[in-house]
């Protein structure tokens, strides 16, 4: 019986988070906020057609990892060197930044914590979440306006992939230091131990998977083996150094982004992740966010979060870009297009979550950044391009 019932819970979120997803589109929004919609609709909150089960919590935690493989696939590893240490330190400012004001302000919210206790702990996770950057939406306003591949937009792209990297480190860590029976010094040699055995197996695997990309070309057999070791490094990251398994998809997919066919095995992964394992993940995030807690102490807290979650971003990016020698207005482009957040954000949440940092009610203001910075990014970075007095640049054709 309980089998039809899954499959019952399945063909609901499948067809609820499309339709969502669709609607948000139409409305300019993302549409992974429609599907988050959606779980929200059809879970225990209102409608109560679906409810979260074992089954659904482990299909979503693959969601998961096959979005973070795919990210890292996305990786462009010649931008990313190119572009070098400025990207670098912008990232970095666009993580730290946020990370303490994102801490601070939950601080001065609910009063200040001692080092190492629960709350400083959730203040601290507070702050990850805010590291994280998704520029989607900026590519698409800078594809638009012609924009995508000039000094700005490249640094914007490139600052946004190291920014992840950071901020999966980060999360990491904060995870780590979270866990009692661990310490300072462990979490970090866990973690760069990690880092190590990723470096010198992942030249060998790179080297492997080239060779056999190069002799069987565009064949099922790449995706399918790539799909499998981004599962082993996930396993492998979690069951013997301690790190979110996420951090090992991610780092599976920047080792295979240089290979050939990463493209093609991108594809693959992104079916499955758009057919089943995204909606299951997204709508999952609204079947555990729980609206009947919401007061109108939450409702001010996402106000403020959603403001500490913007301006700290452009004023972490945004001066380091200025001390970057960048003129004051590029400077501004630059804090702009590194504000939005996305599925990296979610992720996190739902990563602290999983481990009692966060609670479900703390969703809502998530949701309510990512809807905002993706809706005032885009306006904003068309004002600030209206005032350059040259409207140079080098124009990309949009398929």
């Known amino acids: 019986m309980e089998t039809y019932l899954v499959l019952k819970d399945l063909a609901i979120i499948m067809i609820t988070a499309k339709l969502f997803g669709i609607l948000a589109r139409k ?37 998961v990892i096959f979005l973070m493989f795919s990210a890292g ?76 591949k000039g000094k700005v937009g490249t640094t914007i792209l490139s600052a946004a992939i190291i920014d992840d990297v950071i901020g999966i480190i980060v999360l990491t860590f904060v995870i780590g230091l979270k866990n009692p029976d661990s ?13 190590v055995l990723a470096i010198i197996v992942g030249f060998i695997s790179y080297k492997i998977f080239k060779v056999v990309d190069k002799r069987y070309p ?40 240089s290979i050939k066919d990463s493209e093609y095995i991108e594809r693959k992964v992104d079916v499955n992740s758009y057919m089943i394992f995204g909606p299951v993940f997204f709508a999952s995030i609204g079947l555990k966010t729980n609206i009947d807690n919401i007061s109108s102490s939450i409702l001010l807290f996402s106000l403020g979060f959603v403001v500490v979650g913007l301006v700290s971003k452009i004023i972490g990016c945004g001066l380091m870009a200025k001390l970057c020698k960048f003129n004051g207005n590029d400077a501004l482009k630059i804090g702009v297009g590194m504000m939005t957040r ?36 885009p306006i904003i970075l068309k004002i600030l391009y209206s005032k350059d007095k040259d409207s140079g640049g080098v124009q990309t054709v949009v398929s």
């Open 27 to 63: 409305l300019k929004a993302p549409q992974v906020v429609g599907e988050i919609i959606a779980g929200l609709v059809i879970g225990p909150s209102i409608l109560g057609w679906v409810n979260q089960t074992d089954f659904l919590l482990q299909m979503a935690e693959i969601g």
């Open 218 to 257: 565009h064949t099922r057999r790449i995706p399918i083996a790539g799909v499998a070791y981004c599962l082993i490094l996930a396993y492998v990251a979690e069951k013997y150094f301690g790190i979110a398994d996420i951090t090992g998809a991610y780092v599976a997919g920047i080792i295979l982004c």
């Open 342 to 377: 996305g599925e990296v954000a979610l992720i996190v949440s739902q990563r602290g979550l999983s481990v009692g940092l966060l609670e479900p009610v703390y969703f809502t203001s998530v949701i309510f950044l990512i809807i905002v910075s993706s809706i005032s990014t």
């Open 183 to 195: 310490n300072p010094l462990k979490v970090i040699t866990n973690t760069v131990l990690f880092f």
């Open 73 to 148: 696939l996305e990786t462009n590893m010649r931008d990313l060197l190119k572009t070098g240490p400025i990207a670098a330190l912008i990232a970095c400012a666009g993580v730290f930044i946020p990370l303490f004001m994102g801490a601070g302000f939950y601080m001065l919210y609910y009063g200040s914590a001692p080092w190492g206790s629960e709350e400083f702990y959730k203040a601290v996770f507070v702050g990850t979440i805010l590291t994280a950057t998704s520029v989607s939406i900026t590519v698409q306003s800078l594809k638009e306006m012609g924009k995508l």
